[in-house]
């Protein structure tokens, strides 16, 4: 069996879109107990204690017998713990993933900053033939003129916003003159490894938004195939790959 992460990767954080990151807070089986992720899986099958293995060859083929068929319990076993930083058009999208549970930042107890918006690298255009969807790029010249009127209104919201409190008016109240689907927000999210490859095999797909999808490839390359190689493996195997088929 492969040794167990190091615990270099609990507090290791990962840039996402402009001002966005994924930073792994908390990992259960905590690296420090000496035990991988993937044992973890394989033992909550056998009911058995921790750490207890029947080697590599048997290991690895029971847990990959467990995706294969569907038997998703002993996944429930590990849970993943991020402090995601990320706009709200992109938890618009998370939420509705209702197996995370999710703890956010607060407009009510926090101001917010001048420079929390966010601001595309990239103008997509409307797909013609799928209305959830985009397909393209606008023209440069476009790019540039709607990247320049964004900022100037990101700017005036936030003016806005920071007079409402300089008269008084409550946080919670003055945060409307802030643009919704572009504030950043920070969440503190946690799910077990089962649930979490639903929401990669949705989030990583070539039709899931980008603003979303950026997020689930950060998880899946830093975080989820660090700590649980042999589950990634058939993961790709089992559940991508029939995909594809």
Do not use: C
């Amino acid at each position: 069996m492969p040794p167990a992460p190091g615990a270099e990767l609990i507090g290791k954080r990962i840039d996402v879109l402009d001002k966005g990151y994924i930073e792994l807070l908390d990992f259960m089986p905590h690296p420090a107990a000496g035990v991988s992720g993937d044992l973890a899986i394989v033992n909550a099958a056998r009911v058995s204690f921790m750490g207890e293995s029947k080697g590599e060859e048997k290991d690895k083929k029971l847990l990959f017998y467990l995706l294969r068929h569907h038997h998703t319990s002993p996944f429930e076993q590990v849970e993943f713990k991020f402090r995601v930083r990320a706009p709200v058009v992109t938890w618009w999208q998370w939420v509705r993933h209702r197996t995370f549970n999710m703890n956010a930042q607060s407009g009510r107890y926090t101001e917010f900053e001048e420079n929390d918006f966010y601001v595309p690298d990239v103008w997509r255009r409307q797909s013609p033939s799928n209305k959830q969807a985009s397909l393209g790029e606008v023209s440069v010249e476009d790019s540039q003129e709607l990247t320049a009127a964004l900022l100037q209104h990101y700017a005036r919201s936030y003016e806005l916003y920071e007079d409402a409190l300089k008269k008084g008016v409550a946080r919670e109240l003055a945060r409307a003159f802030l643009p919704g689907f572009s504030v950043y927000y920070t969440w503190v999210v946690k799910v077990d490894a089962h649930n979490m490859m639903h929401f990669l095999r949705l989030r990583m797909a070539e039709e899931a938004q980008h603003e979303i999808r950026v997020y689930a490839q950060a998880i899946y390359q830093h975080f989820f195939k660090q700590l649980l190689p042999w589950t990634a493996e058939a993961f790709e195997h089992y559940v991508l790959g029939a995909e594809k088929k």
